[in-house]
């Protein structure tokens, strides 16, 4: 079925830059499409970014479009979000999951979280 | 920016019929996806593609689409039932973004 496992969270300063790591076992990771998905304290789920299969593709959310970006390393079975000019409102428990080749077919594996706290 | 609308919250007995809907302009023409989320887990994929479910979903969960609204049903709710379920789509304009609806929150007493 496989499993996700979320990494790099931690306690960041506005303004300060993180790097989110989500390692992939037990399925074959460059066949799927892969999102990151993150809920604020007490909030709803709020849709992050998405790339495809083989990375060629990438899109994002309006309030992190320009701040974040999504990547992989498919011979390491690893995802990233790099998040830069971090602000208090991204303070939230971040999810990386995994979708169809084109993040279209539904997250149907999803990691445990990692949380970001960007705080002064 | 696209929006998805949910109810706040919907509540049942246990045995009842549970029905969350899920408004959206563009559900037309996208498909409509549900995630049930419990207290301290991650979301589960509930159903896919508007109906279809996915393995290991009891069959007692069902979606269906017509118009602007998509419908969660979940035929004879159970207490383990009870957590909070957020639809998710995507707009007709291109740009390939994915939305959440606010979420709803079950109730099972």
């Known amino acids: 079925q496989g499993q996700l496992v979320e990494s790099g969270g931690g306690v960041v300063q506005p303004g300060r830059s993180l790097r989110l790591s989500c390692g992939a076992s037990?399925?074959?990771?460059?066949?799927?499409?892969m999102h990151w998905v993150r809920q604020a304290p007490g909030k709803g789920l709020e849709w992050v970014a998405v790339?495809?299969?083989?990375?060629?593709?990438?899109y994002y959310g309006d309030s992190v479009r320009g701040r974040f970006s999504i990547s992989r390393d498919n011979p390491k079975n690893t995802l990233y979000l790099q998040m830069s000019s971090l602000r208090v409102e991204d303070t939230a428990v971040y999810y990386c999951?995994?979708?169809?080749?084109?993040?279209?077919?539904?997250?149907?594996?999803w990691g445990q979280g990692t949380t970001v706290t960007v705080s002064s | 920016s696209y929006e998805l609308t949910q109810p706040p919250s919907v509540s049942v007995s246990p045995g009842q019929a549970a029905r969350i809907t899920c408004s959206g302009e563009a559900l037309p023409k996208k498909y409509a996806y549900w995630y049930q989320q419990k207290s301290g887990q991650a979301p589960l994929l509930v159903i896919y593609?508007?109906?279809k479910r996915p393995s290991g979903i009891p069959e007692r969960f069902s979606g269906s689409s017509s118009g602007t609204m998509a419908t969660l049903i979940i035929r004879g709710a159970q207490v383990e039932d009870e957590a909070d379920y957020y639809c998710?789509?995507?707009?007709?304009?291109?740009?390939?973004?994915?939305?959440f609806g606010g979420g709803t929150k079950l109730t099972v007493l």
């Open positions: 037990g399925f074959t990771f460059s066949s799927y499409g």
């Open positions: 790339i495809w299969y083989d990375g060629k593709n990438k």
């Open positions: 999951a995994r979708d169809g080749q084109l993040g279209m077919s539904g997250m149907d594996v």
């Open positions: 593609e508007d109906s």
């Open positions: 998710y789509s995507t707009d007709s304009s291109g740009n390939h973004g994915w939305v």
